[in-house]
């Protein structure tokens, strides 16, 4: 069983939708939940992180995590076309290495 | 505030070659970290280097090494490459402490093996 598994998608949704992306993970230990955003040919870029349970607001974006059931959501309100992009989950206990999902795929048409 | 750099972007070595990637950290960050992500998958942690010493890896095989210099750049080694080593590698840098899981990743260096 994978530490991290996360729905590769791919994800099509029209301008302004409220999107949803999740990941789900079997390691109890993990305490650090992060959210990257991926264009192509790029790097990660950190969106969000999170202590423990419970949510966090970015401006459009928001965490949510539930250790009870182990899974862990993002969701975009307002989508654009610049939030067309692969979306990453990652996770670690303290002191340990990152986890990181397969990603998501997200197309936001205009 | 530069933020992380890598070189070279691309790289395409023969199959048993050795390569060299290299990093430059974010301005003020002491901690690099490395990883290879294949093609439609997500970053495999390889290793972790904290002020010079390596501190942490996942399960990748000891060809893979790594150093981190006095000012906190850092290099990743592969010996005998193999097909499979086919993939972007990325570098991230942070701080230790609680902000060591505030990872700012480089744009990565896409090695292709043949």
């Known amino acids: 069983q994978k530490e991290v598994e996360q729905d590769p998608g791919p994800l099509s949704v029209p301008e302004g939708a409220i999107v949803s992306l999740n990941c789900t993970y079997s390691?109890?230990?993990?305490?650090?939940f992060m959210w990257y955003r991926q264009y192509s040919r790029k790097g990660p870029e950190l969106l969000m992180y999170?202590?423990?349970?419970g949510n966090k607001e970015d401006g459009r974006f928001t965490a949510q995590v539930d250790k009870s059931s182990k899974y862990i959501s993002l969701f975009i309100r307002d989508s654009q076309p610049s939030d067309s992009a692969t979306y990453l989950c990652?996770?670690?206990?303290?002191?340990?290495?990152?986890?990181f999902g397969t990603g998501t795929s997200l197309t936001v048409i205009p | 505030e530069t933020g992380v750099t890598q070189s070279p972007t691309h790289l395409i070595k023969t199959r048993g070659q050795q390569v060299t990637l290299r990093c430059s950290s974010q301005?003020?960050?002491?901690?690099v970290s490395w990883y290879q992500q294949a093609l439609g998958q997500g970053p495999q942690f390889i290793f972790q280097?904290?002020?010079?010493?390596?501190?942490g890896r996942g399960n990748f095989p000891p060809r893979f090494s790594g150093l981190q210099f006095p000012n906190y750049s850092s290099e990743l080694n592969v010996n005998a490459l193999e097909l499979d080593d086919s993939a972007l590698y990325l570098c991230?840098?942070?701080?230790?402490?609680?902000?060591?899981?505030?990872?700012?990743f480089g744009p990565g260096t896409r090695l292709t093996v043949t």
């Open positions: 390691n109890s230990a993990f305490q650090y």
């Open positions: 990652a996770m670690s206990a303290p002191g340990n290495q990152f986890y």
């Open positions: 991230a840098s942070s701080l230790e402490g609680t902000r060591a899981y505030e990872q700012y």
């Open positions: 999170t202590y423990s349970s």
């Open positions: 301005s003020g960050h002491n901690t």
């Open positions: 280097y904290y002020r010079e010493e390596e501190n």
